[in-house]
């Protein structure tokens, strides 16, 4: 009942996308990480205006000036972060700034019964009295869709709604979703998780590089076919060649790696000049095994040897002092010191090579700085322009080089690609070669798994904490790939 | 594309540039325009005497808010000077009889150190952040300016006027009262540590941004602690001078220290957002505050409407601060 | 383990009842119908303030100048009697509160600027102000209505515990059961949330600031009427004390949680132990130290606890 199309000139966060969907039906948006997807549900719920492009709903043009503007016209998302006050009652919580009864009398028999009756629509018996705080996330989830629903809305979308939920508290999403749809409530399911989408939804639509490729019934089409989209065909060009470099020996070797809830029993060898790549989805653990192994977090289980001996990372001064390095993933906010210059940042992992006697050597530092930026062609006009005045990829470019500075050897890329445009993502390949034909070995976490494909050697899939099978480089596909990550 | 970011990048850069200078001078503006009013008030201002009067009744905040300006850059903030100033000048002064005047002035920087190692070691094992600073420090000073009560039982105490003790508030060193070498003294190796030293550098970096400067192994709250203790001790010897000045250890000297401090590190342009802000900031704060004071007294305003005009200076210090930021923010 | 929890959750409770049984039991009088209407008569002005604050905190916000504004506000009010009559005085002393709130607020909700720094600030400033006007010495208020006001009884309680009371049942009504307190709640919660749901996140903040500058002013008044005088110096321990009452009962610095019963029983644990060490003769400044310890105690494990959870929702 509805035809939406919007496009985002300039910036390719979407493109002219059209996405039309039924009411009653529950609609699958599929799409890597960065197809574009959430900001496409952002855009229709009024989180995010459209710089083109225009909203149908109910067959009526409809433009959304804030969330809750959408929200009292029928639209509401539902965040993987949910939107509740955790110290509050879910009934308060459903009704949050609407509470029925008087300015100065809040009736909480009414606003406990018609949350008991709005509950109930989701199929959950949660007593409305109890502390949000105290709830299970499949249940906050319930919430919030009893929420969603006593604003009458006539579409939901759910953004990965999966991402937080085990196996028996997927299966109470899916039995809540039917319920809704029983009632004639329309739903938007995001996920990357084929299965989720063959038991759930009627028609997917198939999101890549902020493009919707097409709208497909589910039931008629293939996970081959699914897969395709997602992929895309036109890869290989994008990615350098590699040149082949003769590997060393072991470097690393991660044993048994533990940590609750998140990692169980990952093992993997990194060997010296290896580009060992990490696939998985989103919550798979990615990021998990590369903060253990830089000293970022706790782990419970497990061992790490490095160059032969078992080794204890307390914290990240230890692994850098060992010669690990992580380039997180949020470079912004834990790789860089944005307001400061480029030296300070080059600098600050290895500020006893700049030292004598404690006291900062300015010359050396700016000497460094100079060559670094030179050794990664860093685009500045000076060492001492300010971080944040750097475009993306050559921001990634210098938390690299920070690490390079402090004589890693091993440097864990978490997304080293993500937000970076094409232009800089090639010369953050020639980076990468370059470290391994220095000798160096890489960790490469990326959900582009083409790019993993065509960069790494070996790759690493991770289920659910879980190695589910290691492929080598010049073998793996994109599907293969998918096909072990979804299990 | 690339050339029209560059040249975006280059114009943002200058824009900066224009803004920073110019967010620098205003405090120094504001000690000209100060001066030139205290002036023309009085004829007696610009006096070598009246000059040096200031200077000297500056010195005790100078040193706290010169190792405040160390906590602050941290991203923490200590409250617990106030506390601190009270409870040194009268350990001090107690101390002598047993432990001589400079075996006390050691035992009660040794005390400031453990004051300052609680401080950090507490914020450390709640993982407190800048809020959470600010809140335990003024618990702790609460304790401290009681201690400092307990100690004398509210009463003043007379110190022994040895001339190592009377030396600090009232002896001179090349003609230049010994207060204001004390915190010339001190401001010089603060600004050289904090300029020229890994572990000034590590103070900004972990101010600017604590998540990425652990990541880069550094040890925040190592460093945070030493600031601590570094504050705690610049004013364990701000005690020592006050009590030497007034040749008497009030258990309430302290009252009101923080806040003066506070107004000092923010009049200064030292932002609380912390990772920015030096040594020679804070002393012109420090000197804006002294001047400040010196024209309250020649204008005939009392003690009540300094402590006034103060509450309403920091505020607007911070608002200034504040301003920074934002345009900061909306730069990122 | 259920009842471990219960009995947990209801530690606050178990420390207050656990120190009437000491106090009971260390000294007899303690238990007297006098002491106990001198120990609620005492902590009903702190306690006024003390239900204000609990706004205040739950909103995740702090106010460091109540006890400067208290001392204000008396003399203030005592400044102005000659002039305007009593009651005048006294509407335009709770009027002189709101100006006061709303400039903090303001300060706060629309500049930006630390609650924190800007009431030490305002701390100092109302202070300056009070002992400005007052000239250093207290102003004696002889004034009939005043006194019956603060110092008399009606149907044989003292005023000031009645008034106690009847804020208190105020306080918590407004909390419980009108929006306006459940918003208070939602801000201080989650900001975020609340402004997404469409409540208007700096009109609570500043509505906030109001009750408690309006709190301080009604203790001001209060106070006046009970010593005769308004004098500058008081109120300086006040900020303390009241903080300390509501972070004892268990609402959280966090903000969006806590409630009245919890801030009377901190205002109640803190009274009884000044009291006892009162009756006990324990010198004034022993009780500054342990409650800047208690402080430091509370306030570090509110954030300890808070920091244990963070991870635990992490995981």
């Known amino acids: 009942m509805k035809r939406i199309s919007k496009s985002f000139p300039g910036v390719k966060a979407l493109n002219e996308i059209e996405l039309e969907v039924r009411k009653g039906e529950v609609h699958g948006l599929l799409g890597a990480n960065g197809a574009g997807k959430s900001t496409l549900m952002k855009v229709l719920s009024g989180v995010i205006q459209p710089d083109e492009g225009e909203i149908y709903f109910k067959d009526e043009k409809v433009e959304f000036s804030s969330p809750l503007d959408a929200q009292q016209k029928g639209i509401v998302i539902i965040h993987q972060e949910l939107s509740l006050v955790p110290m509050l009652s879910v009934a308060e919580n459903i009704f949050l700034g609407r509470l029925y009864g008087s300015k100065y009398n809040v009736d909480w028999k009414e606003v406990h019964e018609k949350a008991k009756y709005y509950l109930k629509q989701v199929g959950t018996e949660i007593n409305p009295a109890t502390i949000v705080r105290d709830l299970s996330v499949a249940q906050m989830q319930q919430v919030e869709i009893a929420k969603a629903l006593s604003f009458n809305a006539d579409l939901i979308i759910m953004d990965e709604p999966s991402a937080v939920l085990s196996g028996s508290e997927l299966k109470q999403l899916f039995e809540t979703i039917e319920t809704l749809v029983e009632q004639g409530v329309t739903v938007i399911y995001i996920s990357h998780r084929l299965e989720e989408i063959d038991r759930i939804c009627n028609r997917i639509t198939i999101m890549r590089d902020g493009e919707a490729v097409g709208t497909r019934v589910v039931k008629e089409t293939s996970r081959e076919e699914i897969i395709k989209g997602i992929v895309g065909r036109d890869i290989e060009e994008e990615y350098p060649t590699m040149e082949t470099i003769e590997l060393g020996e072991e470097i690393l070797a991660v044993k048994n790696l533990t940590q609750k809830g998140k990692l169980r029993d990952v093992s993997f060898q990194l060997k010296k000049g290896e580009i060992l790549g990490i696939a998985g989805l989103v919550g798979a653990g990615r990021t998990e095994i590369a903060r253990c192994i830089f000293g970022a977090d706790k782990f419970d289980e497990g061992e790490l040897v490095y160059k032969g001996k078992k080794i204890k990372v307390s914290n990240p001064r230890k692994a850098i002092e060992l010669g690990i390095a992580l380039v997180p993933e949020d470079r912004k906010e834990h790789g860089l010191i944005t307001k400061f210059s480029l030296n300070r940042n080059f600098t600050m992992a290895a500020l006893k090579k700049i030292s004598k006697l404690g006291f900062v050597r300015w010359f050396k530092e700016n000497e460094a700085s100079k060559e670094l930026v030179q050794k990664l062609s860093i685009k500045t006009p000076s060492i001492h322009q300010l971080a944040v005045n750097l475009s993306g990829g050559n921001q990634q470019k210098v938390v690299v080089a920070k690490y390079l500075f402090s004589d890693a050897d091993i440097l864990i890329l978490d997304e080293p690609t993500r937000g970076v445009d094409v232009g800089a993502r090639r010369e953050i390949y020639t980076v990468i070669q370059d470290l391994v034909k220095n000798g160096k070995s890489v960790l490469l976490i990326s959900s582009d798994w083409a790019e993993l494909i065509a960069l790494s050697d070996r790759i690493v899939v991770l289920h659910e904490g879980k190695v589910k099978g290691e492929l080598s480089g010049s073998e793996a596909s994109p599907e293969m790939i998918l096909q072990k990550a979804l299990v | 594309m690339e050339t029209v970011t560059e040249k975006r990048n280059e114009t943002q850069l200058k824009r900066m540039k224009s803004k920073v200078d110019l967010a620098d001078l205003g405090p120094v503006l504001a000690l000209l325009i100060l001066i030139i009013i205290g002036s023309i008030l009085s004829p007696v201002f610009l006096t070598k005497g009246n000059l040096l009067n200031i200077l000297t009744q500056i010195s005790v905040l100078g040193l706290g808010a010169i190792g405040m300006t160390y906590v602050v850059i941290g991203r923490f903030f200590d409250l617990s000077v106030a506390g601190m100033l009270s409870l040194s000048a009268v350990l001090i002064v107690g101390f002598q009889p047993f432990l001589g005047t400079i075996g006390a002035i050691f035992a009660v920087i040794l005390v400031a150190l453990v004051v300052g190692l609680i401080n950090g070691s507490i914020l450390r094992f709640i993982k407190g952040d800048f809020g959470a600073s600010i809140m335990i420090t003024f618990g702790t000073g609460t304790i401290l300016a009681s201690l400092a009560l307990l100690y004398t039982g509210g009463f003043t105490l007379n110190p022994e006027r040895d001339t190592v003790f009377t030396w600090f508030g009232n002896g001179s060193f090349l003609g230049i009262p010994a207060p204001i070498v004390t915190l010339i003294f001190f401001s010089i190796i603060l600004h050289v540590v904090l300029k020229y030293t890994t572990f000034g550098r590590a103070i900004y970096l972990t101010g600017a941004n604590h998540e990425a400067a652990r990541l880069s192994g550094i040890p925040i709250h190592r460093i945070r602690t030493i600031t601590f203790m570094i504050v705690a001790v610049l004013v364990s010897i701000g005690g020592l001078i006050r009590s030497s000045q007034t040749l008497n250890a009030s258990p309430v000297v302290g009252v009101g220290f923080e806040l003066d401090v506070i107004a000092a590190v923010a009049i200064g342009g030292t932002s609380l957002a912390g990772g920015a802000g030096n040594i020679s900031r804070t002393l012109v704060g420090v000197l804006i505050i002294g001047v400040l004071n010196n024209v309250f007294v020649l204008m005939g305003l009392s003690n009540y409407d300094q402590m006034m005009a103060k509450g309403l200076i920091i505020v607007a210090a911070l608002l200034l601060d504040r301003r920074k930021e934002l345009k900061l923010v909306r730069k990122g | ?315």
Request: aromatic letters at 10%.
């Open chain 3, 1 to 315: 383990m259920s009842i471990l929890k219960r009995v947990y959750s209801q530690k606050v409770l178990l420390i207050l009842i656990g120190m009437v049984i000491f106090a009971s039991v260390s000294s007899p009088y303690f238990l007297t119908f006098q002491n106990v209407t001198y120990l609620v008569t005492q902590l009903s002005i702190f306690g006024i303030m003390a239900l204000a604050m609990t706004f205040v905190i739950l909103n995740k916000e702090f106010d460091l100048s109540i006890g400067a504004v208290m001392a204000f506000s008396g003399i203030f009010m005592v400044k102005m009697i000659p002039q305007t009559g009593i009651i005048v005085a006294i509407l335009l002393t709770l009027l002189l509160g709101v100006i006061i709130g709303l400039i903090t607020g303001f300060l706060v909700a629309y500049l930006g600027l630390n609650s924190f720094v800007v009431t030490l600030c305002a701390m100092f400033f109302y202070n300056g102000l009070a002992l400005s006007v007052s000239g250093g010495r207290p102003a004696s208020a002889q004034d009939p209505v005043l006194n019956y006001i603060s110092s008399g009884t009606f149907l044989g309680i003292p005023n000031l515990i009645v008034m106690l009371l009847i804020l208190t049942l105020l306080a918590d009504y407004v909390l419980r059961k009108t929006k306006y307190g459940r918003n208070v709640y939602a801000v201080g919660g989650d900001e975020q949330v609340a402004r997404l749901t469409g409540i208007s996140v700096r009109f609570y903040k500043i509505s906030v600031f109001v009750i408690s500058s309006v709190a301080a002013a009604l203790a001001g008044i209060l106070l006046t009427g009970m010593l005769n005088s308004a004098s500058p110096f008081v109120g300086s321990s006040a900020a303390l004390t009241v903080i300390s009452a509501v972070v004892i009962g268990g609402t959280s610095l966090a903000g969006g949680e806590g409630s009245i019963p919890k801030t009377l029983m901190g205002l109640f644990i803190l009274g009884i132990l000044d009291n006892l060490l009162g009756l006990l003769n324990v010198h004034s400044f022993y009780q500054t130290f342990i409650l800047g310890a208690l402080l430091v105690f509370v306030i570090g494990w509110d954030f300890y606890a808070r920091s244990k959870k963070q991870v635990l929702v992490a995981h």
